[in-house]
Structures are given as C-alpha cells and as structure tokens.
C-alpha cells in the first residue's frame, strides 16, 4: 500500500492554490495523470499506493471511475477558481496500479471528462497501463476508439523463474499476442523492464532484452530493481532467503541492454527509457523532468502547479469519502521554495538526453564541470557547446554527478 506521504502543510478543504501559482502558468506544459490503485495481487517488490480486493475495506472498485471524474471536475474548478491559466492537456497518463482492472468503458469515461473539463490539446498523449494478462483484444480496441493512442505493457522479464520472484502472474508467452492486439488496435507500445531480481543472470537479462527487441516496440523502460522498505521483497531479503541485488551485476546489465538497443535502432533519451525516435518519446514522462504542471487524479495522487506541489488521501476509502463530501481529497502540500526548485530542476534536466545548460548553473556548478568531463561522465563536445550531457558511464552514476553539479 505503499510508503507514508510527505510531511507538508495542511491542504484547505477548497483546494484553491495561492497567486503564485499562476505565474508564468501559459509557458508551462499541462498533463493529467489518473491513479488506478487497484491490483489482482501485491508484487513482492511493489511500494506503489495499490490495493487488492482484500485491501479496500469500505471503497468498492465499480464505484472508482465516478469518483475519479468527479476529482476531475473539482480540479477544473480549483485551477480557474485560482487564476490558473486554461490549458489543454497535451498528456494524459492512466497509471496503477492496474488500470485495465477496471472495464475499457470506465477508462474511456475517465478520459471524456478531462475532455470535458480541461481539453485535449491536438496530438494530446493518452497512456495505460497495463499488464499482458489484464487486456484482450476487444479491450484494446475499445480503448482506441475512445481517444487512448499508447498502452505501456509490464513485462518486466521474459524468464519465468525471474517473474516468479517478483510475483508477477502472465506468461511471458502472451507479451507477444498484447503486442499485436495493441497495433493492431492502432496502439503505439511501450514495454518495460526490470532488471537485478535476486536471482536473475545476466543470461537471463540477455534473453529479456532480445524479447523486447524481437516484438519491435516503439519505447522501452528499463528500470534497475529498487528493494523498498517493507515490501515482502525487502523482508525475504533480510531473513536471507534472497540476495540483495548487486550494483556491479545490475550496471552490467545496463551496460549490455543499452547496447542491444543502440543495436537495435533505439535512442536513449533518459537514463531509464529508449524509444525509436523522438515522436514515441513518453511526454507525459517528459513533462514531470521538465517540470511542467500536472494535475494528479485519485488516492495518494501527486499534483504540481507552478511550484505549489500537493497529494491526495491515500486509501480509496478516505479518498472516496473526500470526493462524496465536496472538499479537496489533497492531505497535504508544499510550496517550493527556491533552493528547492533548484535542486530538483539539476536532478531532473541532467538525466534526459538533452540535458542541462551549462550556464544555467550556479558558479561551483559551473566548475565542477571540468572535472565530470575528465572523469568521463559528461560529454565533452556537448558541454564546450554549452549543454551538459550524460555519458553512458554518467548514466550509471547520475546520483553522482548531480550531487557534484550542487555541492561544487
């Protein structure tokens, strides 16, 4: 059911955002993200706000897609209510979870009222998610005809035994069937990956990797396995029934997926994420790196709008009884101040491909950037050129190179 929300201040009851927020708001991107947090069974490894069947207690799954829409409507309110400038959504992300839990009619109602209430900006990105044995055919049709053009599938590993660490429950045999159902519904694809399960060889990532590039999809996540506190994983790993995994192995594995995607035609464009060219890029993705404001729909949400960041009640139950009663379902917010602003906007910028402008760092940022060249992190060419750029060696120590761009 995932970690506890961040500390902050009370957030009111009405939702209204102070004037800041609407500061320079029409040169900044609009997106939409709609948690989904319900899930067949809990994955060992999963720290994300979802819940099983089990797990509800008092909200009920059919009862989801109006709750939802009504947030929808409250957030159109609140932004104009705050002076926020109207701005079509140019993305919007249905994230779980597992959304595809919930009928393909749902997610297409969820959809018309961001329609409704915000817009769709023309050539607007609509994902799902989705894992390979939550959809059919039908399912991925009905998506597409009501405005859905992406579906991001879970793989996360083509080889049973690494699979079944991680309790996820397909059969690696169905990603290929999804992948055609999805194009042939008119469906751009994403697959994702993980990679360092406690028990899987770099064979074993070698014929994941090769899975992925046999079904041609348009983009690629590869996500280094992360083992978050009370997760069965991280309790099965502390009794010593798994290996912790091994940083030396899971750069290793980085290293060669990278190749074998290069190989392939695909170009990174953030340390975790490759795509055949610029056009699949996920832009939903690329506007919480670029800082750009979102609204995020449903319990546990995040939101963010011109540096005033906030979240929603956790359990659907509360989230439910907030949206019933009119009021906000935000717990809790948090202005940005500058210095952290700042921070995040060097964390974000550095791990995308086009990076960072030199000259937009402060002065021991500046510096720093000639010893990350001769140690090989950032790209030389790029830098003399005025943009910091990741080497591949920088991308496996990105944490690295940020901490030195902000403690120079």
């Known amino acids: 059911m995932g970690g506890p929300l961040p500390l902050g ?46 797990e509800l207690r008092g909200a009920r799954q059919e009862d989801y897609a109006d709750q939802a829409i009504g947030e929808v409507r409250f957030g159109a309110s609140v932004l104009a209510a705050s002076g926020v400038a109207v701005r079509e959504a140019s993305t919007v992300f249905f994230g779980g979870g597992t959304p595809t839990l919930l009928p393909a009619a749902d997610l297409v109602r969820m959809l018309g009222a961001v329609r409704d209430e915000f817009g769709l900006a023309p050539g607007a990105e609509v994902t799902t998610e989705a894992n390979p044995d939550s959809v ?8 597409a005809d009501g405005g859905f053009t992406r579906v991001s599938f879970g793989m996360q590993s083509a080889v049973p035994h690494v699979l ?135 319990p546990g949400a995040h939101s963010h709008v011109g540096g005033i960041r906030w979240w929603n009640a956790k359990h659907p139950a509360a989230y439910a009884e907030r949206i019933a009663g009119g009021v906000s379902p935000a717990v809790g917010r948090e202005t940005l101040d500058g210095p952290t602003r700042e921070t995040e906007r060097v964390l974000l910028l550095t791990r995308i491909r086009e990076g960072i402008a030199v000259a937009s ?41 940020v901490r030195r761009l902000l403690d120079g």
């Not at 927020?21 to 994300?48: E, N, Q, S, T």
């Not at 290293?255 to 890029?281: M, P």
């Open 361 to 401: 760092l402060h002065a021991g940022g500046r510096h720093a950037v000639a010893g990350l060249i001769a140690d090989g992190l950032v790209d030389a060419k790029a830098a003399l050129g005025g943009r910091l750029t990741l080497t591949r060696r920088g991308r496996l120590l990105a944490d690295a190179v």
């Open 136 to 143: 059919g055919p039908d399912d991925l049709r009905a998506l």
């Open 9 to 54: 201040e009370p957030a009111p009851a009405d939702g209204l955002l102070p004037s800041s927020a609407a500061d320079g708001a029409r040169d900044r991107a609009f997106g939409v993200y709609l948690h989904v947090p319900f899930c067949r069974v809990r994955c060992g490894y999963c720290d994300f706000n979802t819940y099983t069947s089990g």
């Open 164 to 298: 079944a660490a991680l309790d996820r429950t397909h059969d690696p045999a169905r990603v290929p069937l999804v992948v055609g159902w999805a194009r042939d519904a008119g469906l751009d694809v994403s697959l994702d990956l993980i990679y360092g399960t406690p028990g899987e060889s770099l064979a074993d990532w070698r014929r994941s990797v090769e899975a992925v590039v046999a079904e041609r999809p348009d983009h690629v996540s590869a996500y280094a396995l992360i083992v978050e506190e009370g997760t069965k994983l991280h309790r099965q790993i502390r009794r010593g029934e798994l290996a912790q995994p091994d940083d030396d192995l899971e750069a290793d594995m980085y290293e060669l997926a990278d190749d074998l995607f290069a190989a392939a035609g695909y170009e990174w464009y953030e340390v975790s994420n490759w795509a055949t060219d610029a056009s699949h890029r996920s832009r939903h993705n690329l506007g919480y790196w670029r800082g750009d404001d979102w609204w995020g729909v449903g």
